[in-house]
């Protein structure tokens, strides 16, 4: 007979099962139940991720069907997307993300957002076509005559009172309207002196014990670049560049035949910061771990430098322990041997052509110039050497800085580079956008909203703030605060003039027909009128902001009238009560990439505003 206890453990086992199998029935088998995952998501593409949105059949079947037997531009742009690691304007985001995004993430359900950043390529800057056309000329010895303005008292370089006269040189080579010409010549930062076999002039640079003495007066401090001029005795190579032939240690002293170590160019760079090729040394075989004596260096382009040889070197200046130093981007800007005085002074050797530089003509020939870029010449197109001469040539510089780099390989051509604030970065026409995807009875993109920032709650993000003019008394306009969005006043103890300005990263108005800028602002304080307060307290937008307000063109967007029903304006009325401004219609920069300033403006005798505002939106007005 089984136990009372065996028919229970049966029993509830059989309960068990039969309560499995219900929940298995209604939930799983049914089909009825499916599992809810709404979620917002962030989402930044991969480079293997454009591979994937090309290799998605969907995607393939998409850009085929927008091809014709006469047009397969669409396809070919689409597969462009997997080369460039960049959709284009052809083949757009909005067109194939939302496969790649089902993909990703199937298990999401209806009422997702999915914000993803991905690469754009929206092509070369434009004006890098214009160094296509140019043309190589080298200076002759009739165009040195020309520019010394002699056929006797001349010599074949320019210096810094004869380079004013290249553009005369040019008028007199070619008149072409619209020409532009890369220019090589000789150049030497000391005058000659003509007449009778004297001695050429001394060099114009303090000498080194003069530098020294102005570093340790204070006049010259860590940092500062500084030009030195002197003779080589001594060079050697460094363990941590033996291999590489980069760079050489050079010791130089300001007197002929001196003994004294008084200066050292630490790892310095050949002319114009070109790195080194060979060198010559006295040991038969140099041991890599050990300083490596050596009597001569070669840089790439054949220039040498060795022991006597006066030359002139360019960096940043600093003290290591007892040695006063050039370190951070030092390099040669010169190298020669000092005539003697029995060298025939009037007709002194020429210098090589140790300098290029890019002219224009309009009306008349001038020097390349382009506010928002440099503009540079290196002949040789590999990327490490390039990074490499910004580096030593542009040792200072700010985070998106940009250079523009000319080369020369069968026909002259041109690419930028942009300074992140850490190297150097060739510009290939790629940005940066973020596109917000929602998933209805598919994934939508969302091409009503170009930028969005709440502020309030969210933090300043990529907003920047420029005071241009602050009064004694005040050291800030504008603050950010956690519960208001952007403030700015210039009231502390008593009104103050000031000129201060928040502006909005880049606002790309890509395919707008009506786009529309609005947000909530709250003005407690402020002046009486209304011309009085819009003038305090304007939103411009420009289209040429490049980092400085002060040179931007702006123009002031009117203010929307405040309307009493709606509560929708400007407010006439001092409080802090938020109002929304309405749509501000920015339709006159349709396609274009604005910039948007709030500009904060009191002027003297002025009442001074508390201006706030937050939940910056710049949208698509529906029709």
Same mark, same amino acid.
């Given at each position: 007979m089984k136990s009372l206890k065996t028919i229970f453990t049966v029993s509830l086992a059989a309960l068990t099962l039969a309560s499995c199998e219900n929940y298995f029935d209604e939930k799983q088998i049914g089909n009825e139940y499916k599992p809810t995952d709404v979620r917002t998501i962030e989402y930044t593409l991969t480079a293997d991720d454009y591979k994937s949105v090309t290799s998605n059949s969907k995607n393939q079947a998409a850009a085929l069907a927008l091809c014709t037997p006469e047009d397969s531009s669409a396809y070919t742009s689409f597969l462009q997307i997997a080369k460039d690691k960049a959709f284009n304007d052809i083949a757009t985001a909005d067109l194939y993300l939302p496969a790649f995004i089902y993909a990703k993430f199937p298990q999401l359900s209806m009422g997702s957002i999915c914000n993803v950043t991905y690469d754009l390529m929206e092509g070369k800057p434009a004006y890098l076509t214009d160094f296509d056309n140019a043309k190589s000329y080298v200076l002759t010895t009739a165009d040195y005559q020309l520019a010394w303005g002699s056929e006797t008292d001349y010599v074949e370089y320019l210096t810094p009172a004869t380079l004013s006269k290249l553009s005369d040189v040019l008028n007199a080579v070619a008149a072409e309207t619209d020409s532009m010409y890369v220019v090589s010549y000789a150049y030497q930062e000391y005058e000659p002196v003509f007449g009778g076999g004297d001695e050429p002039e001394a060099p114009s640079y303090p000498t080194l014990l003069q530098i020294i003495a102005d570093y340790d007066a204070g006049t010259i401090a860590d940092g500062d670049e500084v030009t030195v001029a002197g003779y080589i005795v001594s060079m050697f190579l460094k363990p941590n560049n033996f291999n590489k032939y980069g760079s050489v240690s050079v010791w130089l002293n300001d007197t002929v035949g001196g003994t004294a170590k008084v200066f050292e160019l630490y790892n310095c760079y050949g002319l114009n910061g070109d790195t080194l090729s060979s060198f010559t040394t006295d040991v038969a075989d140099p041991d890599p771990a050990t300083n490596i004596d050596v009597t001569s260096v070669t840089d790439r382009s054949g220039n040498t430098y060795a022991v006597g040889n006066f030359v002139v070197a360019k960096g940043a200046i600093t003290k290591y322990n007892t040695t006063y130093e050039l370190k951070t981007g030092c390099y040669f800007t010169e190298n020669a041997v000092v005539p003697s005085a029995s060298a025939p002074a009037m007709r002194m050797a020429a210098a090589d052509n140790n300098r290029t530089a890019i002219y224009v003509r309009s009306s008349k020939w001038s020097e390349y110039k382009n506010d928002k870029v440099t503009a540079t010449v290196l002949m040789d197109q590999d990327i490490e050497k390039a990074v490499r001469f910004l580096e030593i040539n542009f040792p200072y510089a700010d985070k998106d800085d940009k250079v523009v780099l000319v080369y020369n390989s069968k026909g002259y051509s041109a690419k930028e580079f942009i300074f992140n604030g850490v190297t150097w970065v060739e510009n290939l026409g790629i940005v940066t956008e973020t596109l917000q995807f929602a998933l209805t009875e598919e994934w939508l993109a969302n091409m009503s909203v170009y930028y969005k920032q709440a502020i309030a709650d969210e933090g300043q993000g990529k907003l920047v703030i420029q005071d241009v003019n602050l009064s004694e008394g005040i050291t800030y306009v504008w603050t950010y605060s956690s519960s208001y969005g952007m403030k700015g006043t210039s009231y502390k103890s008593g009104a103050h003039v000031a000129e201060s300005w928040v502006v909005t990263p880049a606002i790309r108005l890509k395919n707008s027909k009506k786009p529309a800028l609005q947000f909530d602002q709250a003005i407690n304080y402020g002046p009486d009128t209304f011309e009085a307060r819009?003038?305090?307290?304007? +939103?411009?937008?420009?289209?040429?902001?490049? $980092?400085?307000?002060?040179?931007?063109?702006?123009?002031?967007?009117?203010?929307? +009238?405040?309307?009493?029903?709606?509560?929708? $304006?400007?407010?006439?009325t001092n409080s802090w009560t938020f109002y929304n401004t309405g749509d501000m219609d920015l339709s006159e920069w349709n396609n274009q990439t604005i910039y948007i300033g709030f500009c904060y403006n009191a002027v003297e005798g002025a009442t001074c505003a508390t201006w706030e505002f937050k939940n910056l939106l710049v949208h698509e007005v529906e029709e």
């Amino acid at each position: 007979m089984k136990s009372l206890k065996t028919i229970f453990t049966v029993s509830l086992a059989a309960l068990t099962l039969a309560s499995c199998e219900n929940y298995f029935d209604e939930k799983q088998i049914g089909n009825e139940y499916k599992p809810t995952d709404v979620r917002t998501i962030e989402y930044t593409l991969t480079a293997d991720d454009y591979k994937s949105v090309t290799s998605n059949s969907k995607n393939q079947a998409a850009a085929l069907a927008l091809c014709t037997p006469e047009d397969s531009s669409a396809y070919t742009s689409f597969l462009q997307i997997a080369k460039d690691k960049a959709f284009n304007d052809i083949a757009t985001a909005d067109l194939y993300l939302p496969a790649f995004i089902y993909a990703k993430f199937p298990q999401l359900s209806m009422g997702s957002i999915c914000n993803v950043t991905y690469d754009l390529m929206e092509g070369k800057p434009a004006y890098l076509t214009d160094f296509d056309n140019a043309k190589s000329y080298v200076l002759t010895t009739a165009d040195y005559q020309l520019a010394w303005g002699s056929e006797t008292d001349y010599v074949e370089y320019l210096t810094p009172a004869t380079l004013s006269k290249l553009s005369d040189v040019l008028n007199a080579v070619a008149a072409e309207t619209d020409s532009m010409y890369v220019v090589s010549y000789a150049y030497q930062e000391y005058e000659p002196v003509f007449g009778g076999g004297d001695e050429p002039e001394a060099p114009s640079y303090p000498t080194l014990l003069q530098i020294i003495a102005d570093y340790d007066a204070g006049t010259i401090a860590d940092g500062d670049e500084v030009t030195v001029a002197g003779y080589i005795v001594s060079m050697f190579l460094k363990p941590n560049n033996f291999n590489k032939y980069g760079s050489v240690s050079v010791w130089l002293n300001d007197t002929v035949g001196g003994t004294a170590k008084v200066f050292e160019l630490y790892n310095c760079y050949g002319l114009n910061g070109d790195t080194l090729s060979s060198f010559t040394t006295d040991v038969a075989d140099p041991d890599p771990a050990t300083n490596i004596d050596v009597t001569s260096v070669t840089d790439r382009s054949g220039n040498t430098y060795a022991v006597g040889n006066f030359v002139v070197a360019k960096g940043a200046i600093t003290k290591y322990n007892t040695t006063y130093e050039l370190k951070t981007g030092c390099y040669f800007t010169e190298n020669a041997v000092v005539p003697s005085a029995s060298a025939p002074a009037m007709r002194m050797a020429a210098a090589d052509n140790n300098r290029t530089a890019i002219y224009v003509r309009s009306s008349k020939w001038s020097e390349y110039k382009n506010d928002k870029v440099t503009a540079t010449v290196l002949m040789d197109q590999d990327i490490e050497k390039a990074v490499r001469f910004l580096e030593i040539n542009f040792p200072y510089a700010d985070k998106d800085d940009k250079v523009v780099l000319v080369y020369n390989s069968k026909g002259y051509s041109a690419k930028e580079f942009i300074f992140n604030g850490v190297t150097w970065v060739e510009n290939l026409g790629i940005v940066t956008e973020t596109l917000q995807f929602a998933l209805t009875e598919e994934w939508l993109a969302n091409m009503s909203v170009y930028y969005k920032q709440a502020i309030a709650d969210e933090g300043q993000g990529k907003l920047v703030i420029q005071d241009v003019n602050l009064s004694e008394g005040i050291t800030y306009v504008w603050t950010y605060s956690s519960s208001y969005g952007m403030k700015g006043t210039s009231y502390k103890s008593g009104a103050h003039v000031a000129e201060s300005w928040v502006v909005t990263p880049a606002i790309r108005l890509k395919n707008s027909k009506k786009p529309a800028l609005q947000f909530d602002q709250a003005i407690n304080y402020g002046p009486d009128t209304f011309e009085a307060r819009a003038e305090q307290m304007s +939103v411009r937008v420009s289209t040429d902001y490049a $980092g400085d307000v002060t040179t931007a063109t702006w123009k002031v967007l009117p203010w929307n +009238v405040f309307n009493e029903e709606t509560s929708i $304006g400007f407010p006439e009325t001092n409080s802090w009560t938020f109002y929304n401004t309405g749509d501000m219609d920015l339709s006159e920069w349709n396609n274009q990439t604005i910039y948007i300033g709030f500009c904060y403006n009191a002027v003297e005798g002025a009442t001074c505003a508390t201006w706030e505002f937050k939940n910056l939106l710049v949208h698509e007005v529906e029709e």
